[in-house]
């Protein structure tokens, strides 16, 4: 299926996307897979890394022959890969960890010993709850008070006024999300971060699903930490932690004796994934494919962004053109259906300010039933709190299961989104409300 986007003037082609993913290209009963936001598909660029990683390079880093030289060699590659990805200005400011919580939590440790009661901690209503523990439990062990700034169940958008309220020269960490993970809102992140500063605080980005969709800009961002997934981006099992380099200079994490000692290394605790990191690497060249392949050169006014990054930013235009129709059709044939009711933005005009994940309750339908069965309609979704408590309990959903959350992408189509709809409805239908 061929898609003009009407300001590149370029042809995004999802047969050619999907046949870039072994589990998309199978010719005979491909599930949807609206279960991105909780893990992505990969394409052959990661498959093919990570398969080279485990064969033919196989080694610890900063050894004394080949395959070790070579190891280090792509891991270099790699910090340069998310270097770019996120505009961040050396690969040295980029961390690698198992996933976003862990590095969360290590975050925190390395962070906590700055704190003390005198020290507030500002977190959102809107979080994923990987950077909300972390945090509270720092906050428990250092005594510092904790504001929670929610989010407005009308709009789902940050009440930022509340935000205003609760800063000053005692905070000192405000950890918030870029996009939410069961409404799909993007926060202003630049703008809190902006505000943050203003009052001297750390600010801690949790960029998990705004990365899949959009692009990242820590330096117009501001922000001094951020994180994010690669399997929510394409690639493999791991999380990636960019941050300020004078701060990330500062910080002493707890590490072992003998390991070294340098930035970015000291916040890697152990031996590192190198088939994780190497299928990372391959994650960004497949976008650098898809901007290569289907966008065109995003303005960069100033000159200031690196070539590679600025392909990265044209897949992103490239693919969020195409998404955005499927959303639109996905909320409006949910929202048509009788008792359901959508938990996120639902006018189109407003979609610069969400993602492409789109979150239902329906009353007097069970949300395990529901996805159940869309389960065994080869519909893969997730259901429940979708490890988002306090966005569950805000709206009021927490007595009742929570959501069904309908993950889009850009492997995604609109034959998906018809079929989804169907399920949902002929579900609904069966259940007779
Ligand atoms: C917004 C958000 N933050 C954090 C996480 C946790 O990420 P990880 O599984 O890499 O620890 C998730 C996972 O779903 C998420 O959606």
Known sequence: MLVTTSSYGTRFDVDAIRSKFPALRAHVDVPVYFDGPAGTQVPDHVISRMLQALTDYRANVNGRFPTSAKATMVIDEARSAVADL??????????????????????????????GPSDELVITGMQHDGNVSPWLHMAEERGMPVHRVDFDPATYELDLEQLDRVLSPATALVAINYASNVLGTITDAGEICRRAAAFGAITYVDAVQYAPHAPIDVRSLGCDLLVASPYKFYGPHLGVLYGRRELLEELQPPRLRVAPSNVPDRFETGVKSLEGISGTLGAIEYLEWVGGTFGTPTPDPDGTLRPRTRTLHSAFAAMT???????????????????????????????????????ISVSGIDNAALASYLGEQGIYVWEGHVYAPDVIERLGLEGSGGIVRFGLTHYNTMQEVDRAVAAVESHLNKSSI
């Open 86 to 115: 996120f505009n961040a200005a050396l690969p040295g400011q980029i961390i690698f960890g198992p996933n976003m919580t862990s590095l969360t939590f290590g975050m925190s440790r390395a962070l906590a010993g700055r704190f």
């Open 321 to 359: 053109q195409y998404e955005t129709p499927l959303t639109a059709a996905l909320i409006q044939g949910l929202q048509s259906l009788k008792g359901v009711k959508v938990h996120g933005i639902t006018d189109v005009s407003d979609f610069e300010r969400r993602v492409p994940t789109v979150s």
